[in-house]
């Protein structure tokens, strides 16, 4: 083609056709210059299909962990929402003095429920790797971005009213627990759950933390299950 041209301009030289000479240089630049252009474009789109390969892969991988966490958050969730139902069932039956009532049985059930403190501990190998490699780059929906590099910081604020029951509650129920052991003549001859209603630890066990700040937690705990479920929904979006 280059050829072409060179013998056109050679030709209209010779002939001493200057305008018609300077029209096809005009048009010779235009192609070369279109044809850079059409290179350009091809390498755009190689260079954005490499790119969107690349993220379909990490949003592929970041759905299953995503998914996971999600499962995982259920189940602490569940949890907490049992041992909360039963410290609200003891406190209700305290303020009606009902707690004669019970057998020691259905208390020992009724605490055992309640003291339960699962923490959520979330895989975050997959995410980390992507922020820590640089691919974060390679996502392109900025909601999803953001909320991938703050989702840590999320999962931090979530589990901290789970810290603070942990932080207490080992030492209130087991100065409670120390009470319930039947003795005679200096030995253990039988234990009673319901002897726990006598200590104080285990009411401030009871209110302040698997009531009030269980329910604090669990506000927090739907909070980040929202989050992580809007992440989700971001993800499967971008999925082809």
């Known amino acids: 083609m ?6 056109i301009r050679f030709n209209l030289m010779e002939q001493n ?4 000479y300077l029209k096809y240089a005009i048009g010779e630049i235009i192609l070369v210059v279109i044809g850079i252009l059409i290179a350009l474009q091809i390498n755009n ?3 954005n299909r490499k790119i969107r390969i690349t993220e379909q892969v990490l949003l592929r991988d970041l759905k299953a962990e995503v998914q996971s966490n999600i499962n995982q958050l259920d189940s602490v969730i569940a949890s907490h929402q049992s041992s ?16 004669d009532s019970l057998s020691d049985a259905s208390a020992q059930s009724l605490i055992n429920q309640m003291d339960f403190n699962f923490t959520y501990n979330p895989n975050k190998g997959v995410l980390r790797s992507i922020i820590s490699s640089g691919n974060i780059s390679y996502v392109q929906n900025t909601e999803l971005k953001y909320l991938l590099t ?3 910081n999320i999962i931090e604020d979530a589990s901290e009213s789970t810290m ?11 100065t409670a627990y120390s009470n319930i052991y039947i003795k005679k003549e200096s030995k253990i001859i039988g234990v009673e759950f319901k002897k726990m209603f006598d200590v104080p630890e285990f009411w401030m066990a009871v209110i302040g933390q698997f009531i009030d700040i269980r329910e604090e937690g669990l506000i ?3 909070e980040l299950k929202r989050t992580l479920k809007q992440m989700l929904d ?3 979006n971008e999925l082809e």
Do not use: C, G, P, V
């Open 2 to 7: 280059m050829r072409f041209f060179r013998r």
């Open 17 to 20: 056709k200057t305008a018609r």
């Open 45 to 47: 789109w190689n260079e």
């Open 84 to 99: 909360l139902k039963a410290a609200e069932e003891l406190f209700d039956l305290w303020q009606k003095n009902l707690l």
């Open 150 to 152: 703050s989702i840590e």
């Open 164 to 174: 603070k029951i942990e932080t207490y509650r080992l030492d209130l129920m087991n």
């Open 220 to 222: 927090e705990e739907y």
């Open 234 to 236: 971001l993800i499967n």
